[in-house]
């Protein structure tokens, strides 16, 4: 399963004016980590794709998503993988 949400940047002096809820609401992301999910936060800060996926023993496809507007997330984009979890493999095309 693949969720994602889009955050629009907002300006420096727009940002002077968030109080700590309003900061908070704006820049912070959580709920990330879900078992069986791929969790993305598209930002319009140098477009910048923000996300976790948590196979939880199944395996999990990361292809095509909308706010990227390429067919495969990875047409424009480059990628880095950090894997906090368990030992597994991340495939990309026919490369393990």
Wanted: hydrophobic share 40%; glycine share 10%; proline share 4%.
């Amino acid at each position: 399963m693949l969720k994602t949400q889009t955050r629009h940047a907002i300006d420096p002096a727009t940002a002077k004016t968030l109080d700590t809820d309003q900061l908070r609401a704006h820049f912070h992301v959580g709920g990330l980590f879900a078992e069986g999910e791929i969790n993305l936060v598209y930002t319009h800060y140098d477009r910048l794709i923000l996300g976790s996926a948590v196979p939880a023993g199944d395996s999990l496809t990361l292809d095509e998503v909308k706010a990227a507007g390429t067919p495969c997330i990875l047409d424009r984009r480059e990628m880095g993988v950090l894997n906090i979890g368990e030992a597994g493999p991340v495939t990309v095309g026919d490369t393990t």
